[in-house]
């Protein structure tokens, strides 16, 4: 298998402020990660995909501005929600591939709840 | 875009009794398709998976058939046990599109002793 690790776990931040989410790749090289988010008891909904050393793209009714996704290297993409509301309180999780294989590997998600 | 859908939203069986969970994509491309099981706060967990070239895939009590002329696939668990209890999503690849998985909207199976 491999493994994709999202750091924090959890976060609370208070409104107005922003907050960064880690994606790592630990046993592999990733040029293509994505991002999601899921409120509670929906499903996952693809946000962006992130791709190493250039922009992101963004799916339709997500804004880019707010949701700042930076690939930097292989095996990193950081997601940071800016000037956080409590409605962007959710469950955000990443995935990626390991080389031609078509499995995602998900990382353990994120729990944003924002006060 | 890709277009999953999936039924039921809820699923309560016996313990012992078979559950199926049915999904249908819009998308023709899709060429493969995964069912996850996710438990509350965590990961989608990989369960089965069918390619495009294949109608029917097993792993013990667990089974995924796929019709690709109608555009739909499901998910078969036999001899249901409490600790199948979960959401159970489904979800669809386009290869030729970067790889992004749609989901369905999810299926809470309730296992009851």
């Known amino acids: 298998g491999a493994v994709v690790s999202q750091h924090p776990s959890w976060v609370i931040c208070k409104s107005g402020t922003s907050v960064k989410i880690e994606c790592r790749s630990l046993?592999?090289?990733?040029?293509?990660m994505f991002w999601y988010r899921q409120f509670p008891k929906q499903s996952l909904m693809l946000m962006a995909t992130?791709?190493?050393?250039?922009?992101?793209?963004?799916e339709q009714g997500v804004e880019k501005d707010k949701f700042l996704i930076n690939h930097a290297s292989l095996t990193l993409s950081t997601l940071t929600v800016t000037s956080a509301h409590p409605e962007d309180s959710s469950f955000y999780i990443c995935?990626?591939?390991?080389?031609?294989?078509?499995?995602?590997?998900f990382g353990q998600g994120t729990r944003l709840t924002v006060v | 875009g890709e277009n999953v859908e999936q039924h039921p939203s809820t699923l309560s069986v016996q313990e012992g009794d078979s559950a199926v969970i049915k999904c249908t994509y819009s998308?023709?491309?899709?060429?493969?398709f995964p069912w996850y099981k996710q438990e509350l706060g965590k990961r989608p967990q990989l369960i089965i998976d069918?390619?495009?070239?294949?109608g029917e895939k097993k792993d013990q009590r667990i089974a995924v058939t796929l019709n690709k002329t109608a555009k739909h696939f499901s998910l078969h668990i036999t001899e249901t046990q409490p600790e199948d209890s979960a959401v159970y999503f489904c979800?669809?690849?386009?290869?030729?599109?970067?790889?992004?998985?749609?989901f369905g909207g999810g299926t809470r199976v309730l296992v009851k002793p």
């Open positions: 995935s990626a591939y390991k080389g031609g294989k078509t499995e995602a590997f």
């Open positions: 046993d592999f090289q990733a040029t293509t």
């Open positions: 992130s791709n190493e050393g250039s922009k992101a793209t963004y």
């Open positions: 998308d023709s491309a899709s060429n493969y």
């Open positions: 069918i390619r495009s070239n294949v």
């Open positions: 979800a669809a690849l386009v290869g030729a599109a970067g790889n992004k998985l749609t």
